[in-house]
């Protein structure tokens, strides 16, 4: 069975740090294109980052470029989203999610993992 | 910056046809995808590359084009399609970017 399970989240003071984890399971991370996405609480839904599959390329939000860094390990078949500089706008819920095959987008999503920012 | 800009809320009676629409300057050249994200769970994927059905979705969702405006239409509404729903494309760059959403009510 496929499944995405994000890790991670806490309660982070403004201008820390923090590393969320996102584990896959019943397919290979490296096959798909895969993204963060997030949701501040009451607020639609905002793209994070992705890899894409098919040329490694990586991709940021303008809210974000430069202090989050999305990367991928293999070998433990999971992603990453490291958190630099956080603001307390970052507060959210952080969905990884990947692409499907025939042009599926986003298709298969985990069931986040909270971050707040706050002092 | 490029938006997609969708109502915040359109209200529907049980067994009417709903249309949320997304408008963006780069609709003509990107692909929409629409999501469906009920209260308190993960979005799921109900169109996507503009008018295409996942497996395992409802015949009722289609979605179609026309010039810089996308449109999702759920024929037959049911109750239990009440939520929100999103739209998703990317910039002429190739950005991606969501749509404010839509809530839909179905009473």
């Known amino acids: 069975e496929m499944q995405l399970e994000e890790s991670g989240g806490a309660v982070v003071q403004p201008g820390g740090s923090l590393r969320l984890s996102c584990i896959a399971s019943g397919f290979n991370l490296d096959d798909y294109t895969v993204h963060w996405v997030r949701q501040a609480p009451g607020k639609g839904l905002e793209w994070v980052s992705l890899?894409?599959?098919?040329?490694?390329?990586?991709y940021y939000a303008d809210s974000v470029k430069g202090r989050f860094t999305i990367s991928r390990d293999i070998s433990k078949n999971s992603l990453y989203l490291q958190m630099d500089g956080l603001r307390t706008e970052d507060t959210a819920l952080y969905y990884c999610?990947?692409?499907?095959?025939?042009?599926?987008?986003?298709?298969?999503w985990g069931q986040g993992t909270l971050v707040t920012v706050s002092s | 910056s490029y938006e997609l800009t969708q109502p915040p809320s359109v209200s529907v009676s049980p067994g009417q046809t709903a249309r949320i629409p997304c408008s963006g300057d780069a609709l003509p050249k990107k692909y929409v995808y629409w999501y469906q994200q009920k209260s308190g769970r993960a979005p799921v994927l109900v169109i996507y590359e503009d008018n295409k059905r996942p497996s395992g979705i409802p015949e009722r969702f289609s979605g179609s084009t026309s010039g810089t405006t996308a449109t999702l239409t759920i024929g037959g509404a049911q109750v239990e399609d009440k939520a929100d729903y999103y739209c998703?494309?990317?910039?002429?760059?190739?950005?991606?970017?969501f749509g404010g959403g839509t809530e839909l009510t179905v009473l």
């Open positions: 999610a990947r692409d499907g095959d025939s042009g599926y987008v986003l298709a298969y």
């Open positions: 890899i894409n599959s098919d040329d490694g390329k990586i």
């Open positions: 998703y494309s990317a910039d002429s760059s190739g950005n991606p970017i």
